[in-house]
């Protein structure tokens, strides 16, 4: 799967337990918009039931799944029949755990989610990271764990703007990079500490931005991803 324009390349993040709330922004976004994204928020609040009733555009379904093989294997095959097109799971679940994850998604033929591995949650600083057992660094652990990820079957990394030029160089074309931590120019920060704008995620090598509150908390969400998905290259 490749974005075929760049509005294909916006993911909107639904963030929220009212699976009313996630309909409506689905309903003023999608005309403009590549994918929903829906996590673990939104799906242990509503499952399966909730996720069908997001409806427009094709869906993210992002559960950072992180077991041992056999039990993300089978997670896998469960949420098959909810047709996502993208799932993310844990790199530092280890190759067997990523190679499960990639056949379980084989079964459903063509139209398979690609697996997407998280590597360092962008909330861990290197002196965190550090305390976990692994020093060296985020951007090393990262680049790492993102190696052995593709090489165990995943399709690309969710990665954050200050990573996603360094993985590009390092990892080549095929390897798809899908980037949250967006802000459009003179939007909010929130939480978020080192962002990019849309455009700028692109040219440094994303080939999907993720982008929740800016949209969501938007008086007019159509507008804002409509603004967004113009202003990609
Ligand atoms: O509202 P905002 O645009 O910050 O939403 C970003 C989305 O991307 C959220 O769903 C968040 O969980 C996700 N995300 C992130 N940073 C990461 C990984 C995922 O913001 N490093």
């Not at 962008?122 to 680049?143: C, E, I, K, N």
Request: overall charge neutral.
């Amino acid at each position: 799967m490749t974005p075929q324009n760049p509005s294909e390349r916006l993911i909107v993040a639904l963030d929220t337990t009212d699976p009313e709330k996630a309909a409506g922004w689905a309903k003023a976004t999608a005309p403009h918009v590549g994918l929903f994204k829906l996590g673990l928020e939104f799906f242990l609040a509503n499952g399966a039931l909730g996720y069908r009733g997001v409806q427009g555009r094709p869906i993210f379904l992002d559960l950072k799944l992180h077991d041992i093989p056999n039990t993300v294997a089978g997670a896998m095959r469960a949420v098959l029949a909810l047709q996502p097109r993208m799932v993310t799971i844990h790199a530092a679940g280890g190759p067997a755990m990523i190679r499960a994850a990639r056949e379980a998604a084989e079964s459903a033929g063509q139209n398979r989610p690609l697996i997407l591995a998280v590597t360092v949650l962008t909330s861990l600083d290197d002196t965190t990271l550090a305390g976990t057992g692994v020093p060296g660094g985020a951007a090393a652990q990262v680049l790492r764990l993102g190696q052995m990820a593709l090489g165990s079957g995943a399709d690309g990394l969710v990665c954050s703007p200050h990573e996603v030029a360094m993985l590009r160089q390092h990892l080549g074309p095929a390897a798809k990079l899908v980037v949250p931590g967006i802000r459009p120019a003179g939007a909010d920060a929130g939480d978020q500490a080192r962002t990019m704008t849309p455009a700028q995620a692109v040219e440094a090598g994303a080939d999907w931005i993720v982008v929740g509150r800016p949209i969501t908390t938007h008086a007019n969400p159509g507008a804002a991803a409509a603004a967004i998905a113009a202003s990609l290259p």
